[in-house]
């Protein structure tokens, strides 16, 4: 007998009554979606305005891709599930690490959780690297884009993923690559008829064109034709975003970077501060490592002197103790550096010169990481009729929303 | 003979070398400009990426039209020039009025000395509101489009205005009305050859188009061609914006509205506090009054409670006492409210639900007035080899960049 509730990270979940459908779209800037609408690109979109739910919620910052799908996945902020970053350095092993191994996540996932308590559970992600996270301790489906070859029942739940979804393996630099994970929304959603699915896209054409351009209105007109056909399937669907996205550059198109690595170098000599960019992932070819989000460690004794001299930069907007800005952001102090520099909508913050590779940067900078990516939207393809009054919605209140407040 | 340089509100400035055009595009967001460029819209704009200079600059909070527009060229804030918005409470009247009348302007114009001193000044803008303060006891040539026929020898020292363009007098809400300001400058610049000419446009297609939108892209390639032949012409040329521009929607594209009037009337019965919206001026069509900046007038003992209750809503960013909002905007005391409030980026602050006429927004709405829209271009033809080092730009160095730092 299935239970009615079931309770992960505090937070009460109803169980589902049809199938429920939670939608990371990585970078998802609220105005994509509105331009891609007024553009008629977007009529299920678009036709939701009425019948269902529209949110801006805030998402956890550093806004990028790890420690928001990880927040929504779980209902709780990094402070919880402990995952604040893509990379970080590791103090334990003294090492400069990616955190996308699950044995970095703090917490039990809400998918885990209902699956344990035998709900079917499907996951799809874009790329692999979220994948182990996902996936943490999960009974059920869960694959990437990027490796649907290799999936297997064994460690995926499911095998002959391609030809399921009649989509060839895409290039993980493409549009094509989130196309898959709808495309295997939708078929799965046909024969599996999961009770609680998540798909979490990759940010590639968000980071290359700006909303209401041709290249993002047709990333959303493909979205909203695979979101209509799991509306169509009777499903509830919720969807959210990591994070936004901003043009990252002056009018001429060229990127405006805070180079604060060399910068501490040449206040405090070599190897005195470690710059951390907790953006970097293996796939930079599209932001070179560069977002507006920084954490440095450095000896004590020059703490209070490089905050001051950092927060004087054109292009800061904060910089924060660890103590503040865990205390903020809700992040685990441990995983985070002596500083916290957040820069302004139009800057981002660089290591050393030498350590960039701009060459991949085709076209103008557009990144995240800042709080000015904060903003993302809460879409539900019903209605919410009575909501808490001036509630803060988070990203990491879809499964909230979805499972606890659609009629 | 003709001075060396002179000084206009404790600013020198060097006499020009040869015709100096200073261009104000509303509401010119960076992103159109290198959008524009990216999709090879504005190859004039491009071409400067390596001759010319670009940086990125603040304007003035409230970032709207008129503080920006006086604060270009007198090369001072608002709290030297008194214009700190479109509209303000007017204590001594006892009445709300637009602040376009010369009358409340508190110190001289550049173009005016410039003028004064010998220099052959011409002035152009799109919306007549603004051609009264910028014409202020200028011995020179000054008309808009919306009234160029209109225009005599006597009050705007030129006449026949339309058959010197060649263009029919635009709709006050068109793009046309700002490409007759760049084709009465074109004109203008091979039969008058000014030494000192400002242009001035409006933000009717900022209002309505994203960045790198068709509608967008268009208006900037009309501008990148007027350019060209300004610059054909031997003119020094530099570009900046009045501010920024920012989505002010949900997804849906439904407008992000805190009305204030009707939250302060709520806590404190009618006819208590007082909103006033800087952005108001007689043409709302395209933004029904809704800007990121409002000041509001109330009684001392309501001060504490006002602020404290306005800061916990949804979308304000900040809420400064008169005090403060004037030291960190600089700003006039005696003509800003005992609160400002600030919104965040897509977000806008109202007064009354009542008092909005939200039917001519055919789009999403689009909007400005607060920090979000405070980075702006500040773009010139020519390079300028020795800019002072960590100085923070302003859209009011503008004449300063042009005649005392281009080679």
Redesign the interface.
């Known amino acids: 007998m299935q239970r009615s509730s079931i309770t992960v990270n505090n937070r009460e979940y109803q169980w589902p009554q049809r199938p429920v459908v939670v939608v990371c779209v990585d970078g998802c800037e609220?105005?994509?979606?509105?331009?891609a609408?007024?553009?008629g690109a977007a009529p299920f979109?678009?036709g939701?305005?009425g019948r269902g739910t529209?949110?801006?919620a805030d998402c956890v910052v550093p806004s990028f891709t790890n420690p928001n799908n990880l927040s929504i996945v779980t209902g709780s902020p990094p402070s919880v599930h402990g995952i604040c970053g893509n990379y970080f350095w590791d103090a334990e092993a003294g090492a400069e690490v990616m955190m996308n191994d699950a044995k970095y996540l703090r917490t039990g996932t809400i998918l885990a959780a209902f699956a344990a308590a035998g709900a079917k559970v499907a996951v799809v992600t874009a790329k692999d690297k979220l994948r182990s996270l996902l996936g943490h301790k999960l009974s059920g489906i869960c694959f990437s884009s990027e490796k649907a070859n290799e999936a297997t029942v064994p460690a995926n739940g499911i095998d002959n993923v391609v030809s399921l979804v009649g989509m060839p393996v895409p290039s993980v630099y493409s549009a094509a690559l989130s196309e898959f994970v709808f495309a295997a929304g939708v078929k799965l959603m046909a024969r599996e008829r999961p009770d609680i699915m998540y798909l979490s896209t990759t940010d590639y054409v968000q980071h290359k064109?700006?909303?209401?351009?041709p290249h993002a209105n047709d990333f959303y007109a493909m979205m909203d034709r695979y979101l209509s056909l799991l509306d169509a399937a009777g499903a509830t669907i919720v969807v959210t975003a990591d994070h936004g996205m901003n043009?990252k550059?002056?009018?001429?198109?060229?990127p405006?970077i805070v180079y604060l690595q060399d910068l501490l170098d040449g206040w405090f000599g070599k190897d005195v501060a470690r710059v951390i960019l907790p953006i970097t992932d293996p796939y930079v070819v599209h932001h070179g490592a560069l977002g507006s989000f920084a954490t440095v460690y450095l000896a004590d004794d020059h703490i209070a002197d490089a905050a001051k001299r950092i927060s004087?930069i054109?292009g800061v907007e904060l910089v924060l103790s660890r103590k503040d800005a865990c205390a903020r952001f809700e992040l685990p102090p441990d995983r985070v550096g002596d500083l916290v520099i957040v820069s302004?909508?139009?800057t981002v913050l660089g290591s050393s010169v030498s350590r960039h590779d701009l060459s991949g940067l085709e076209?103008?900078l557009r990144s995240h990481g800042g709080v000015?990516e904060q903003?993302v939207?809460l879409?539900a393809n019903r209605p919410a009729p009575s909501l808490p009054a001036?509630h803060?919605w988070r990203n990491f209140d879809a499964f909230d929303l979805a499972l606890n407040h659609l009629r």
């Not at 609220?30 to 331009?35: C, L, M």
């Not at 064109?209 to 351009?213: D, F, H, I, L, R």
């Open positions: 609220p105005d994509y979606i509105s331009q609408i007024e553009a979109l678009g939701l305005n529209c949110l801006t064109a700006a909303p209401g351009t043009a550059t002056d009018a001429f198109g060229r405006n004087e054109a302004e909508r139009l076209v103008p000015s903003r939207p879409i001036g803060r």
